[in-house]
T-cell receptor, first 114, second 114 residues
Framework: GAVVSQHPSWVICKSGTSVKIECRSL??????MFWYRQFPKQSLMLMAT?????????EQGVEKDKFLINHASLTLSTLTVTSAHPEDSSFYIC??????????FGAGTRLSVL | AQSVAQPEDQVNVAEGNPLTVKCTYS??????LFWYVQYPNRGLQFLLK????DNLVKGSYGFEAEFNKSQTSFHLKKPSALVSDSALYFC????????????WGAGTKLIIKP
């Protein structure tokens, strides 16, 4: 089956620093990748849709200057949380679209901002 | 408006008994429906999908789901529950007006007791 690798799985950083999260499709090419945020005991909140070679499309209320998304190749998308603050602490999950229907998910990244 | 409802926050089932996790949807046009499972501190794993064809679809780990167009439902089922099935289950429907985005239910926590 399709495999999506997300790295790191857990990161702790100081307030004001930036953190980069990588999402790679290992055995397929992903034209579209998605970035989600999940709060405890809640469903997934779509942050942005990332298409290879073009700018990401952000959902309403998501700050594009704070959450920088780059989809430079068909197998790699990155999310950079810039100038992170404690309220950015959350579980971030990426997914990659395989074919027309199915999204395959990374294992998630738990970000803790001190 | 497009939406997905999972009416139960939690479902408790004894090991060996059949389980059902409910999902109803509201979407224009033909629905593309999905079930995913999430284990603690992990990303989501794809279980099964309905696109077209037989109303009963079979997926991973012995799960199946029944598409019912008249009731706009897509309930997840398993004939005999295992303790290892305990997890968070999400129903989703493809948003027909988007770039392959999914509309997510709130999730149902499934607890299988020995």
């Amino acid at each position: 089956g399709a495999v999506v690798s997300q790295h790191p799985s857990w990161v702790i950083c100081k307030s004001g620093t930036s953190v980069k999260i990588e999402c790679r499709s290992l055995d397929f090419q992903a034209t579209t990748m998605f970035w989600y945020r999940q709060f405890p005991k809640q469903s997934l909140m779509l942050m942005a849709t990332s298409n290879e070679g073009s700018k990401a499309t952000y959902e309403q209320g998501v700050e594009k200057d704070k959450f920088l998304i780059n989809h430079a190749s068909l197998t790699l998308s990155t999310l950079t949380v810039t100038s992170a603050h404690p309220e950015d602490s959350s579980f971030y999950i990426c997914s990659a679209r395989s074919g027309a229907y199915i999204q395959y998910f990374g294992a998630g990244t738990r970000l803790s901002v001190l | 408006a497009q939406s997905v409802a999972q009416p139960e926050d939690q479902v408790n089932v004894a090991e060996g008994n059949p389980l059902t996790v409910k999902c109803t949807y509201s979407v224009s046009g033909n629905p593309y429906l999905f079930w995913y499972v999430q284990y603690p501190n992990r990303g989501l794993q794809f279980l099964l999908k309905y696109i077209t064809g037989d109303n009963l679809v079979k997926g991973s780990y012995g799960f199946e789901a029944e598409f019912n167009k008249s009731q706009t439902s897509f309930h997840l089922k398993k004939p005999s529950a295992l303790v290892s099935d305990s997890a968070l289950y999400f129903c989703a429907v493809r948003d027909p007006g988007s770039n392959y985005q999914l509309i997510w239910g709130a999730g149902t926590k499934l607890i299988i007791k020995p």
